[in-house]
């Protein structure tokens, strides 16, 4: 039946998406809902109709666990609403952290010739190792890890550090308890709650059951109390922090590994904002002694080189970090890797390289100096405006308080009068609220508008 | 300190490589060896050094249930000792699947192009959405699922079917009983470890405790006798089977829709060799009437254009889909998705667009008839030694028996005779045993120099 139309595989209906790439979302959908209906079938069951059926397979408990909609989709579909509210608005995203500049043509054009050589038979390659491939695993390892013991076979190369954060909660396994910053990068919790490691989900302090939540707010600069903090597992740290922009430094950081070792626990470190770092706080949690034994660290080239949608990232798990039993753990990831995994896609691992050139590397600092000069813009804006804001010095987050408002609200404000996407705080974590993280991603007359913009609506 | 090597990336020792690139491994392996031991710094804990530092962290037990290696790891590091035995050998591998063609330039041109465009503002994109592009997501239905009453919402796309079952199984969580046939592709079983959905590993059976493993011989046409299958949550299911090559057929595909039907089971369809398919049998699960009530079918590109480095899959969770409770089960795989995975690289995706233009389409389907003549010769091989074969004709694999041996046994004799890699088949599950997979991935001159030493040895 399908497969009669393998000889001939587009339809008229799909053929008409390949010659109008740049149609936009709307249109596009009107007209995949209009060649769907042409061909549907009877045996389809139209929305309308209600399907009797149900298996006897019990829904997944931890999925019920999670709270609406994960931050960042609920975000796109509430700029798209305001987008069919206001079709003639020019809306400007401040919001997900999206990379939006193009990409340094010195990596590209590695990863077109390695595209190109895949039609070769001395440049085909397969399966590479889950791992990655030894070459970039190395220049990862003597570019971010010089002089601090981590060597090759520590790095797995990956398709991102989300994915790799899910894998190592797949490692962890549903009997840990973990512990996060709050605010922080939701996806922690969220894998935290799906793998098993929770309780329900507390409506009135907006916290799940068994979470470790350590507050970080302007008063505690942003650093957890840890004579507050009891054991945890593992524990989530990133730095510079995603949403609050702040960057732990050496003293921290030697704080943080003490209170891991004493405890007996596992820190995740996640350094895909390191190359933001201006002062000399710490790029690696490396970098204080003892950490290997207590730490793994997961970075990216999504926010070094825009590779938000190229997909590469990697993660450390050095080997000196053991378990109770003295099992080592990069042993069991490297097992999560070969079963879960299969290797981050060889064209967007030829563009890694190319970063890790000489001129790639110029290439992507230049960038990262791009966005922290609209991140200097959002700062001064807030600042002239008379908000407090946090982060923006090392790290393409703004942190911007608004006190006694809910983040959601100023979300809405911002998006209803002045066309601007950005984060509420909340959805980091209930010491968010108040807050709204204003992302530097953006290009420049868009962060000048924006500034403009606010600077009427705030005035 | 590793942020002063920023400016200048690139040690001396890690340059080597980027002049380097046709460095065979074990060049690579001794270079590299000799770099890091001259770079390495004193807090490095060296092989022999015991670290007496434990965490507190418990390893998780599901992880310690596994056995050995993964398969393929596993026969990787055998071949490599092989090598390493026999410098001089030529060894060929008809082992682990891997394709070895060049990809069309119609695919790899596309990707090229869409690298390229990466470095321009206009072509220039960051996150795309988590479940593929919608262009792509529509191309898939209509090519593959056409008149199926599948659509682009149906669809996502992933990095890979591999990925995928493991985002399955995450989805499902620790409190299902699964069905795997018996042999089939590790990945689901390991995956179901991880999870915590098994019991222990039972040596003398050679299977996990908690898992329905439905014996597929030449005896039952590899097609399980399902009156003597108990009911299961999750029935996997790889058809045209990795690694016995046979297709189901219209009839059991029908009497297997039913047996889940009948015990609200969900099937994962695994259909990543669909289009190896040279008979009648159905490419897709969802050509039995009813089986979007009860399926979930997940498929590659990985070997219909030889993607196995490149990395695009996707994965079909039908609306229809609903756990006991009414829920959507692809409500619950969007979330996932959504929360553990970022999309799957914008070059690949373009290339698997390109897959499905016309010339794509026809690229692989000529790809496909080359690797099927290579399974024609090895079919023949075996049969003119006297050997039952089986598979083949509708997938890229022979299963070739060996009564009364066993798989690792005739592994290794054909190894060490004849240098010829292959896939012991007991790496399958027990009912492989006696069994072995020959690959048909492989260029011409080696299928036919394999076949010559395998006439030799077995004359």
Same mark, same amino acid.
């Given at each position: 039946? +399908?497969?009669?139309?393998?000889?001939?595989?587009?339809?008229?209906?799909? *053929?008409?998406?390949? #010659?109008? *790439?740049?149609?936009?979302?709307?249109?596009?959908?009107?007209?995949?809902?209009? #060649?769907?209906?042409?061909?549907?079938?009877?045996?389809?069951?139209?929305?309308?109709?209600?399907?009797?059926?149900?298996?006897?397979?019990?829904? =997944?408990?931890?999925?019920?666990?999670?709270?609406?909609?994960?931050?960042?989709?609920?975000?796109?579909?509430?700029?798209?609403?305001?987008?069919?509210?206001?079709?003639?608005?020019?809306?400007?995203?401040?919001?997900?952290?999206?990379?939006?500049?193009?990409?340094?043509?010195?990596?590209?054009?590695?990863?077109?010739?390695?595209?190109?050589?895949?039609?070769?038979?001395?440049?085909?390659?397969?399966?590479?190792?889950?791992?990655?491939?030894?070459?970039?695993?190395?220049?990862?390892?003597?570019?971010?890890?010089?002089?601090?013991?981590?060597?090759?076979?520590?790095?797995?190369?990956?398709?991102?550090?989300?994915?790799?954060?899910?894998?190592?909660?797949?490692?962890?396994?549903? =009997?840990?308890?973990?512990?996060?910053?709050?605010?922080?990068?939701?996806?922690?919790?969220?894998?935290?709650?799906?793998?098993?490691?929770?309780?329900?989900?507390?409506?009135?302090?907006?916290?799940?059951?068994?979470?470790? $939540?350590?507050?970080?707010?302007?008063?505690?600069?942003?650093?957890?109390?840890?004579?507050?903090?009891?054991?945890?597992?593992?524990?989530?740290?990133?730095?510079?922090?995603?949403?609050?922009?702040?960057?732990?430094?050496?003293?921290?950081?030697?704080?943080?590994?003490?209170?891991?070792?004493?405890?007996?626990?596992?820190?995740?470190?996640?350094?895909?904002?390191?190359?933001?770092?201006?002062?000399?706080?710490?790029?690696?949690?490396?970098?204080?002694?003892?950490?290997?034994?207590?730490?793994?660290?997961?970075? *990216?080239?999504?926010?070094?080189?825009?590779?938000?949608?190229?997909?590469?990232?990697?993660?450390?798990?050095?080997?000196?970090?053991?378990?109770?039993?003295?099992?080592?753990?990069?042993?069991?990831?490297?097992?999560?890797?070969?079963?879960?995994?299969?290797?981050?896609?060889?064209?967007?691992?030829?563009?890694?390289?190319?970063?890790?050139?000489?001129?790639?590397?110029?290439?992507?600092?230049?960038?990262?100096?791009? $966005?922290?000069?609209?991140?200097?813009?959002?700062?001064?804006?807030?600042?002239?405006?008379?908000?407090?804001?946090?982060?923006?010095? =090392?790290?393409?987050?703004?942190?911007?308080?608004?006190? #006694?408002?809910? +983040?959601?609200?100023?979300?809405?404000?911002?998006?209803?009068?002045?066309?601007?996407?950005?984060?509420?705080?909340?959805?980091?974590?209930?010491?968010?609220?108040?807050?709204?993280?204003? +992302?530097?991603?953006?290009?420049?007359? =868009?962060?000048?508008?924006? +500034?403009?913009?606010?600077?009427?609506?705030?005035?």
């Amino acid at each position: 039946m +399908s497969f009669s139309q393998f000889a001939s595989p587009i339809s008229s209906s799909s *053929s008409a998406f390949y #010659g109008s *790439s740049n149609l936009n979302t709307r249109t596009e959908r009107k007209m995949s809902t209009l #060649g769907r209906s042409s061909r549907i079938c009877k045996c389809v069951a139209t929305p309308s109709e209600k399907t009797a059926y149900t298996t006897n397979v019990t829904r =997944n408990a931890n999925m019920a666990k999670l709270q609406a909609g994960y931050l960042f989709p609920e975000i796109a579909r509430r700029r798209t609403a305001h987008m069919q509210k206001y079709p003639d608005a020019k809306v400007i995203s401040l919001g997900i952290g999206d990379t939006t500049e193009p990409i340094p043509e010195v990596i590209t054009s590695a990863m077109a010739m390695k595209a190109t050589a895949l039609s070769t038979l001395e440049g085909y390659s397969g399966y590479g190792a889950e791992q990655g491939e030894k070459r970039l695993r190395t220049a990862i390892a003597s570019t971010y890890y010089h002089d601090l013991g981590i060597d090759e076979s520590d790095i797995f190369v990956s398709d991102g550090a989300k994915c790799d954060i899910s894998r190592l909660q797949f490692l962890f396994g549903s =009997n840990v308890k973990i512990a996060v910053q709050d605010p922080s990068y939701p996806v922690y919790v969220d894998t935290g709650v799906i793998m098993g490691q929770t309780g329900l989900y507390q409506k009135d302090v907006e916290k799940y059951g068994n979470i470790q $939540y350590m507050r970080c707010t302007p008063e505690n600069g942003f650093f957890p109390d840890l004579s507050t903090v009891s054991r945890a597992d593992v524990i989530f740290f990133c730095s510079p922090n995603n949403p609050t922009g702040s960057a732990a430094t050496r003293e921290q950081l030697t704080e943080l590994v003490q209170f891991a070792k004493d405890n007996g626990s596992i820190i995740v470190y996640d350094s895909a904002y390191a190359m933001f770092i201006s002062d000399d706080s710490p790029r690696s949690i490396f970098e204080i002694p003892g950490a290997k034994e207590v730490a793994i660290e997961t970075s *990216s080239f999504s926010k070094y080189a825009g590779f938000t949608g190229v997909r590469l990232g990697w993660t450390v798990v050095p080997k000196e970090l053991l378990f109770s039993d003295g099992f080592p753990v990069a042993k069991d990831f490297n097992r999560i890797v070969c079963t879960c995994f299969n290797g981050a896609s060889n064209i967007a691992q030829a563009g890694a390289l190319a970063c890790l050139s000489p001129e790639g590397f110029k290439a992507m600092q230049d960038m990262i100096s791009f $966005y922290k000069e609209n991140a200097h813009i959002i700062m001064d804006t807030f600042t002239s405006l008379g908000f407090d804001v946090f982060g923006g010095k =090392n790290a393409p987050y703004a942190w911007v308080h608004f006190p #006694g408002r809910s +983040s959601w609200e100023v979300f809405a404000e911002i998006l209803e009068k002045s066309h601007l996407v950005t984060t509420p705080g909340s959805g980091f974590g209930p010491a968010g609220d108040g807050f709204i993280r204003v +992302s530097a991603f953006c290009h420049r007359g =868009n962060v000048l508008e924006a +500034s403009k913009r606010l600077k009427e609506l705030y005035k």
